[in-house]
């Protein structure tokens, strides 16, 4: 019950007005350049606010729904809050002047900070002195303010003086002892920062405090200081009823600590302020006062069933353990080689949570399909014969060789299609070639997803040339296969490709598609596709996602969001996360590509991420990195996680020595059940 809001003077005026009034006006200095002080100080846009508030890790006020990021509920959103029927305001910048500061140098004045130029190299304050003196700078607001962060600018190319660590503390008037509210290192970048403080504030100034810079001996540097708050009367009234309400909660449990019964009720009925929520108060009544073990066992079993602990417990470090399953066959005996799928890559898996049941079709088992190499050969032979006679015992050898061939080589890409019995840990196999049986034929570097109507859907596959692409559905209750289409290009669909991206969105019953390498131009497709299953239709949208291969696409818990993850194409490694808005069709960053804050792999795309609905969170299995400077295959055992509500990212390292070699090519399946990841038929490097 620790409340840092800073309201030195609120204690026993709580009228706005009357603060302002009571608040003393400073002598203005008579230097010459005092007049730029007083200027109006640039303006952060929305838009380069939300870019800010992007790159800050686990930042309080993010809120995906309502009007932006921006939009704030906490006085009308907490209980006990202040006026309900207000609307909430989002955070601008407020108006401020430079009031004093310590030193300064040459013409860095600080009055610079007032202007937003990033690609001024002189648009900037810069102490005088380095070293161990005490430098500040003091910003006076117009008014008092509701300060929820500062927003750093920087300058558009690197430098060696941007401060590195800082102080920020705030108070209403001179004679006020500080707050602080910030104390902590900044990055070393050109894109802007915001520094979110951990509980908005109150106050009249604000005050930054310099402690060092990027690089040694030399002299800090603050290019541009925007103050983010909220000023309007709605929003300061609400504030000091929140605070004065939480004073009251204080006092009443005090009082209900100490045994004061009768006051606190009192207090309770006159002030009509609940100290909790009405479970934790029964929980209070029974365990404190009556001394009912018994029941309060069966309460801590309700609130379990409720998921009232889900919260805390989703936020407790997690304790990874991988187990080696072997599965069996239909006598309950350790399966045989013909009895389960055989090792594979780039093969699909889609998991039917109602039946505890993993599907698996297609994939490539690594060899040279012996059609391929028979071409090659058959050309060799071609060119031994422009050699000379001497030489005729290399067509000799080749022509002895091509006839083992068939028994070397076999198909490199599987048509067969297994169910694998999540219970019974047993594999049984569907269809030795679904070709047969009206499916598609074998292929690996394909996409599929299972619907809650049981059904399979099958789209892009890889191939040497350029063909038709199609598209094929499998019904789980009758086992059938059926084509939906022949010629995907023909009905308005994605061309043929490999790689792509397909998510089912159940609220439109829509299937997704983007991304992929297009087999007839050898490009990445930027595209997204969608396929409306109920009018067996398609349509495309042209989008800024990029042109990106090997990615992820997954659905949000409340179906609003596509988050499309990672990728590569030729030029560039994609390290961002992208969010697409199903009802708008906009598409916007939803993690910036900044290395600093997204710990993926720095050369292929070698990573499987899939979505926990439960924590909202990403989990990435990272695999095999190859780096293009070495060209050396290198082994990171390593699991990250990214959580939506806070914006963390999490290492997860295995010391553990029963852990998966390392691998690509696989599968990585989520069983929100179990609560359980698997890794299935891989194709082990």
């Known amino acids: 019950h620790r409340f840092n809001y800073c309201c030195c003077c609120f204690s026993e005026k709580m009228n706005v007005n009357d603060i302002n009034n009571d608040i003393e006006e400073e002598q203005e200095t008579s230097n010459d350049d005092d007049w730029h002080c007083h200027r109006q100080c640039d303006v952060v846009t929305e838009e380069e606010l939300e870019k800010a508030l992007m790159r800050v890790e686990g930042h309080p006020i993010k809120s995906r729904k309502g009007k932006g990021l921006l939009s704030l509920h906490r006085n009308s959103g907490r209980k006990g809050g202040g006026n309900t029927s207000a609307k909430p305001s989002c955070l601008h910048s407020l108006k401020y002047q430079v009031h004093s500061w ?54 558009s190319s690197h430098v060696v003086a941007n401060m590195k660590s800082c102080r920020i503390e705030v108070y209403n008037e001179k004679d006020d002892n500080p707050t602080l509210v910030f104390h902590g290192a900044l990055e070393n970048g050109n894109h802007p920062e915001l520094v979110l403080f951990e509980k908005p504030v109150m106050c009249k100034y604000v005050k930054i405090v310099p402690l060092s810079s990027w690089t040694r001996d030399v002299n800090c540097s603050i290019w541009f200081v925007s103050i983010i708050g909220r000023d309007n009367e709605q929003d300061l009234k609400g504030f000091l009823d929140f605070i004065q309400k939480q004073k009251t909660r204080q006092c009443l449990l005090h009082l209900r600590e100490n045994g004061f019964d009768e006051c606190f009720e009192t207090l309770k009925t006159q002030s009509k302020l609940s100290v909790e929520e009405e479970y934790v108060t029964q929980l209070h009544e029974d365990l404190v006062v009556k001394g009912d073990f018994e029941r309060v066992i069966q309460h801590i079993e309700d609130y379990s069933q409720q998921n009232l602990f889900d919260e805390y417990r989703n936020g407790q470090d997690v304790e990874w353990k991988w187990t080696l399953l072997h599965p069996l066959n239909s006598s309950g005996e350790k399966a045989k080689a013909n009895e389960r799928p055989s090792m594979r890559g780039g093969h699909q ?67 067969d299609f297994w169910v694998y019995d999540i219970c019974s840990n047993v594999w049984t196999l569907i269809h030795e070639n679904v070709e047969r049986v009206g499916g598609p034929c074998a292929r690996s570097c394909h996409r599929a997803v299972i619907t809650e109507e049981k059904k399979i859907y099958f789209a892009g596959r890889f191939a040497n040339a350029a063909r038709r692409s199609d598209f094929y559905v499998y019904d789980i209750s009758t086992n059938t296969w059926t084509q939906l289409s022949s010629d995907l290009v023909a009905v308005g669909g994605p061309p043929l490709a490999f790689d792509v991206s397909m998510v089912y969105v159940k609220r439109t019953k829509s299937l997704y598609i983007s991304g992929g390498r297009c087999i007839s131009s050898h490009q990445e497709m930027s595209a997204l596709y969608k396929y409306d299953i109920a009018n067996d239709t398609w349509s495309s949208t042209p989008l800024s996602l990029g042109d990106r291969i090997g990615h992820s696409s997954l659905v949000d818990k409340d179906e609003e969001h596509i988050h499309i993850v990672g990728g590569h194409n030729t030029h560039l490694r994609m390290k961002d996360i992208l969010s697409y808005h199903i009802d708008s069709g906009k598409m916007q960053p939803c993690v910036p590509d900044t290395t600093t804050h997204m710990p993926m792999l720095d050369s292929e795309d070698l990573q499987k991420i899939v979505y926990n609905e439960l924590t909202e969170e990403l989990i990435f299995l990272m695999g095999i990195k190859i780096p293009r400077e070495q060209g050396v295959v290198t082994h990171d055992p390593s699991m990250f996680t990214f959580s939506f509500k806070t914006l963390k990212w999490n290492v997860i390292r295995f010391e553990d020595k029963e852990v998966p070699c390392m691998r690509f090519g696989h599968q990585f399946v989520f069983d929100p059940k179990s609560n359980v990841y698997h890794i299935l038929c891989v194709c082990v490097c």
């Open 349 to 415: 898996c889609v998991l039917d949570k109602d039946e505890q049941k993993i599907y698996l079709f297609g994939g490539w088992n690594g060899q040279v399909p012996y059609l391929f190499v028979c071409v090659i050969v058959r050309l060799v032979l071609f060119m031994c014969s422009f050699v000379s006679e001497q030489n005729i015992h290399i067509i000799l050898s080749y022509s002895f060789a091509l006839l083992f061939l068939p028994f070397l080589c076999c198909k490199s890409e599987l048509g």
């Open 102 to 155: 310590s030193t300064y140098a040459s013409s860095f004045h600080p009055k610079n900070v007032l202007v937003n130029d990033p690609n001024n190299q002189r648009s900037r304050w810069c102490c005088e002195t380095k070293g161990a003196v005490w430098q500040f700078l003091e910003l006076k607001l117009e008014s008092v303010a509701v300060v929820d962060a500062v927003y750093f600018g920087k300058n």
